[in-house]
């Protein structure tokens, strides 16, 4: 598979050198580093490798003024849910900040809150 | 100094094209596929009113005229590439506009779209447009071209199931637990509550961790290399269906089997075929090998020339009795084995034709040729071509 007639060109072979050096340095170290990361992590094909279990199972919700609670549909706030993103983290800033009359954003599994964000 | 010697091998080799062709109309259709599929959130991000998350202050602003923009450069540049017109410049506008569109926000990445975007990058690196493509039909057809890139491309294989492997190293992971959120809950695919249990669940999540180890080495080696595609296209299969992503599942399979057909040994027409061109049942099945035969890989001579069992030293008895072939490392095989070498090496079958060596199924077609080839009808006059 790998021999080479003499009608074939040569590659530019330094530029060729360097592009796949550097080209296998990123795509080694990169991997290797976000194994240090949060599971799953972007860059790092850690693809079915874990779940957020905080996430999972549970659900956002707004708390008025006087403590009522309305569900949150993700789906609306957000273009397209990704595992590899920390929602507990980025959406309720967000929600206080869009949704009116949000006192808190409370994060629910069944009917326990596991976490509360007073708003601003 | 072997670094360096096995570096400059590598520079200075070359591979067949054909393979390479096949990878990047693979991935022009993945690449248009994850257009569609990534266009609505580009400009849901663009329109506002959703959260936004971008990498840093240098990730482009989402506005319509720049969702546009790229929709439009992404959607004609992935068609080029697809067709192999001015192959390299569509591949470099292609990346260009995939990189843009990833960099935009956190929403848009997923492994499959970053892979989509690296093989594309190399395929564009590399002379993928030498074979199958416009380009080609206009400059002529090369057979060869650098093999550089193609190692890259299959590195990158075996980094991603590498690294899959190893962050699948975990105890989450191997209790099974990720396993039971991701399998879906409806359909016909759904895990039947008996099978829900530890114990099955940790079992399936090993096999699938194996799998990826196997497939992470096993194609660069040749005795590996056929059972492995069959373990590749097995985990594949078990996953598109079940891993409730089918789609992005399935996109996901078609680029890593475009890779796959790159540890093919598919020098051109390296391997002979020596047939019984007497026979209209024969000329049939060669017909439709030739047809398939993407990668020009297989030369396919008649037995009545004299020269040609000659040549690959066959006797007229054996050419008789069975279908010959002559594999690139000067093996002869014959009747099943040669058939089932010969589908191991089309690019419509190379992923499931290694079952064919299984003993029970082997046996029973070994049985089949022989009893066809005994009864086949001889018609055909010397002089036709297939």
Partial sequence: MMTRPPDVPRPRQTHAAVFSLAYLLVQLAVPAYMLTQPRPARFGWQMYSAVRADVVGGAFHIEDARGGLTPVDRSRHVARARLEVDYLEVLPPYLCDTVAGAAAVVFMRGETVTQRYPCP | VPVAAALDRVLRSTTPARPLALARIVLAAVALAKAADLAPVLFRLADGGVLRLPYGPWSPDPSPALARALAVVWAGAGLAFLIGWRTRLAGALLVA??????????????????????????????????????????????AMVAGWPVVLLKLQLSIVYGFAVLAKLNTYYLSGSVLLVHWTRQGPYALPDPLRGFEVLVALSLLALLAEALLAVGLWFRRTRHPTFVVGLALHLAIIPTMGSTWHLLLFAAMMFALYLLFLDAAPRSRLVVWDDHCTFCRDW?????RLDWLRVHRFEGSSDPAVLAGAAIAREEADAALQLVTTTGTRLSGFDAVRS????LPASFLWAPVLRLPPVRRVGDRAYRRVAARRACEVPFSVEV
């Avoid at chain 2, 060669?286 to 030739?290: A, E, G, L, Y």
């Avoid at chain 2, 010969?342 to 090496?345: F, G, N, Q, S």
């Fill in chain 2, 286 to 290: 060669v017909r439709s090998f030739r």
């Fill in chain 2, 97 to 142: 506009a995939m990189t843009l569109a990833l960099a935009v926000d956190q929403h848009l990445y997923s492994n499959h779209f970053y892979l989509a975007i690296l093989l594309c990058l190399l395929l564009t690196v590399a002379d993928s447009g030498a074979a199958l493509s416009a380009d080609a039909r206009r400059d002529g057809e090369r």
């Fill in chain 2, 342 to 345: 010969i589908l191991e090496h």
